[in-house]
């Protein structure tokens, strides 16, 4: 949920230091060759460079090379971001599961493509959004009212599977339970919300726009989410599934939502994505984690010293 950056990005440039570096220590490397040459007992000079094995010199110099990195990340001053919501966010998250959703035009079928997004989603929301869950299909079942434990929501949905699914489409009734759900525990400043997910027509309870103006009125707002292909699919019975789409859009105008189409199960992802910003109203927190890294640095560097002396002692 966090991204990384530099307030001194410009400060990166001082990892030129490392190739800077690397140059002075060929050159002296080479000074001391020439000054070997004139040592009086030569043998003096191979007995000391054969007691630093390769491999310590190799080691000093992975040692000063992450340590610089970490100095100069340092100086750079590193943040990572959060998105947070401006408001306290109770969302309901109303998911059909009448029996259409077997079709299989999205594969391997909606109920899969829907669900498989939905934990995405849910993964990837702030942890303080309290979420509530809701299945419906001829009647609805409230799973749970919204809260912060989405782990619970998770198991759910990832339980979730064909041979639960149920003839009927009550959007109304859904609509209404989910309304019902969001109006317990909640306070004056929350953001309520409302994501209904469906690839049918409703065909009994109580009337959708009914449920819709209830819904505005009580302040929630309702995304909805409309389910399936354009040519739609056979499912058991063999009867075409149909797509009430006019009522989907009229149910997020009257709440002052917004009606999303989803055919393809990147469609949903690019949905889920969308309704971050629409539907918590997100922004961007800065923390500051350049004393991190200034740590790590100072640490790196006292080890490199301390390995330094037993690399480079027997040379002098």
């Known amino acids: 949920m966090g991204n990384f950056g530099f307030e001194w990005s410009f400060a990166l440039i001082l990892i030129l230091i490392l190739p800077l570096f690397r140059y002075l220590e060929r050159h002296f490397a080479e000074q001391r060759q020439v000054k070997g040459a004139k040592f009086s007992r030569i043998e003096l000079l191979e007995k000391a460079m054969l ?10 110099m992975i040692l000063f090379v992450f340590a610089v ?4 990340l340092a100086v750079a001053r590193p943040y990572i971001s959060i998105q947070i919501p ?15 959703m077997e079709a299989d035009d999205m594969p391997p079928n909606r109920l899969t493509a829907a669900k498989d997004t939905a934990v995405e989603f849910i993964k990837k929301s702030p942890k303080n959004i309290k979420i509530g869950l809701e299945y419906f299909y001829g009647s609805s079942q409230v799973v749970m009212s919204p809260n912060e434990d989405h782990s619970k929501i998770l198991s759910s949905l990832s339980e979730l599977t064909i ?4 003839p009927g489409t009550a959007i109304g009734s859904a609509i209404d339970a989910a309304v019902n759900a969001l109006a317990i525990g909640g306070e004056k400043d929350n953001r309520l919300v409302i994501i209904l997910l469906t690839d049918g027509e409703s065909n009994q309870g109580i009337s959708p726009l009914s449920t819709a103006k209830i819904a505005a009125k ?4 309702v995304y909805t989410v409309g389910i399936g292909s354009e040519k739609g699919a056979y ?3 063999g009867y075409l599934t149909a797509l009430d789409e006019g009522t989907l859009l009229e149910i997020a105008n009257i709440t002052g939502g917004k009606y999303f189409r989803a055919k ?6 690019n ?6 910003t629409e539907a918590f109203s997100l922004e961007e927190q800065k923390t500051e984690i350049t004393a991190i890294f200034s740590l790590i640095s100072l640490f790196l560097f006292l080890f490199t010293v301390y390995f330094g002396i037993s690399v480079f002692r027997p040379l002098f």
């Open 51 to 60: 007691d630093t094995p390769d491999y310590k010199r190799k080691y000093f």
């Open 69 to 72: 990195t970490a100095g100069v």
């Open 86 to 100: 401006v408001n306290p966010v109770r969302l309901m998250l109303v998911f059909d599961t009448s029996i259409s």
């Open 163 to 166: 041979k639960d699914l149920n």
């Open 218 to 221: 009580e302040g929630i707002t």
């Open 235 to 237: 499912v058991s019975g």
């Open 264 to 269: 393809t199960k990147n469609d949903f992802r």
């Open 271 to 276: 949905i889920y994505k969308e309704l971050k």
